[in-house]
């Protein structure tokens, strides 16, 4: 599970003084479920994500990874996540395959078992016809397979996609939504988000809306659209955000 509670993260700025990007925000996310952070451009979803995969430390309240606070024992916390960005960046020199066993390696894996777990996804990925490619030659497309391959290796029970679609084409779009999908078919624990409503409607079974690094609302894609009165999850958005706006005023 993912559990988090009044996560708050401020930042210096010399401009704005104290920016406070998250917000007392708190969440569980529980194995077989896909929990989606929707949020416009600097809602504070990136923020939060970083913060769950131990790369920024909390400025104020808990956070778990898996029983494993990711403030007291990050790199156990570290260890139960697979993390997937749409700007997921591969070591250019680095064939598909030497990327997948990379990172084998510095989850553990070593040996015999190392080989079967990256045959294993070659195949399931079907990588193998560019596995000896250089990851710098490799299309848009493959290289989203094989950072797919390099986040489950050491089969996490965590998955943490942020805005894993970000800038690629339909085809590739789908592959990642179907795999995202057959993680919650494998019981994992999801958090997912983007600001891509038809993902929303796709995916999700529960969603926090995030604004200025507050939670202005949760719950099912069916519950807020009900709780709006609006027929479509994008109209909905745009209600409680505009709500939160006028409470900024």
Same mark, same amino acid.
């Given at each position: 599970?993912?559990?988090?509670?009044?996560?708050?993260?401020?930042?210096?700025?010399?401009?704005?003084?104290?920016?406070?990007?998250?917000?007392?925000?708190?969440?569980?996310?529980?194995?077989?479920?896909? &929990?989606?952070?929707?949020? #416009?451009?600097?809602?504070?979803?990136?923020?939060?994500?970083?913060?769950? !995969?131990?790369?920024?430390?909390?400025? @104020?309240?808990?956070?778990?990874? #898996?029983?494993?606070?990711?403030?007291?024992?990050?790199?156990?916390?570290?260890?139960?996540?697979?993390?997937? %960005?749409? /700007?997921?960046?591969?070591?250019?020199?680095?064939? #598909?395959?030497?990327?997948?066993?990379? &990172?084998?390696?510095?989850?553990?894996?070593?040996?015999?078992?190392? +080989?079967?777990?990256?045959?294993?996804?070659?195949?399931?990925?079907?990588?193998?016809?560019?596995?000896?490619?250089?990851?710098? +030659?490799?299309?848009?497309?493959?290289?989203?397979?094989?950072?797919?391959?390099?986040?489950?290796?050491?089969?996490?029970?965590?998955?943490? &996609?942020?805005?894993?679609? /970000?800038?690629?084409?339909?085809?590739?779009?789908?592959?990642?939504?179907?795999?995202?999908?057959?993680?919650? %078919?494998?019981?994992?624990?999801?958090? &997912?988000?983007?600001?891509?409503?038809?993902?929303?409607?796709?995916?999700?079974?529960?969603?926090?809306?995030?604004?200025?690094?507050?939670?202005?609302?949760?719950?099912?894609? /069916? !519950?807020?659209?009900?709780?709006?009165?609006?027929?479509?999850? @994008?109209?909905?958005?745009?209600?409680?955000?505009?709500?939160?706006?006028?409470?900024? @005023?």
């Amino acid at each position: 599970m993912i559990i988090a509670e009044n996560l708050t993260k401020t930042f210096r700025d010399r401009k704005r003084g104290l920016v406070r990007a998250v917000n007392r925000l708190s969440l569980n996310c529980e194995p077989g479920k896909i &929990f989606g952070l929707l949020g #416009a451009n600097g809602a504070g979803k990136t923020t939060t994500l970083r913060m769950l !995969a131990t790369l920024l430390e909390p400025t @104020e309240g808990s956070a778990s990874i #898996a029983g494993f606070d990711v403030k007291t024992n990050p790199e156990d916390a570290r260890r139960n996540i697979g993390f997937l %960005s749409g /700007s997921t960046a591969l070591y250019g020199r680095l064939t #598909a395959r030497e990327m997948i066993e990379y &990172f084998g390696q510095l989850n553990g894996l070593s040996g015999s078992r190392l +080989k079967s777990r990256v045959d294993n996804l070659i195949e399931r990925l079907e990588i193998g016809e560019f596995q000896q490619g250089r990851c710098d +030659k490799l299309s848009t497309g493959q290289k989203q397979r094989v950072s797919i391959a390099r986040s489950i290796v050491h089969e996490p029970p965590v998955m943490i &996609f942020d805005e894993p679609t /970000s800038g690629l084409d339909v085809m590739t779009s789908q592959t990642i939504m179907g795999f995202i999908e057959e993680c919650r %078919s494998e019981n994992l624990t999801v958090v &997912f988000s983007t600001h891509i409503m038809s993902e929303v409607e796709r995916l999700c079974d529960h969603v926090s809306v995030v604004h200025k690094g507050i939670v202005a609302a949760e719950g099912s894609v /069916s !519950a807020l659209r009900d709780q709006t009165g609006e027929d479509s999850m @994008e109209s909905a958005f745009l209600k409680i955000v505009g709500a939160m706006e006028d409470i900024d @005023e």
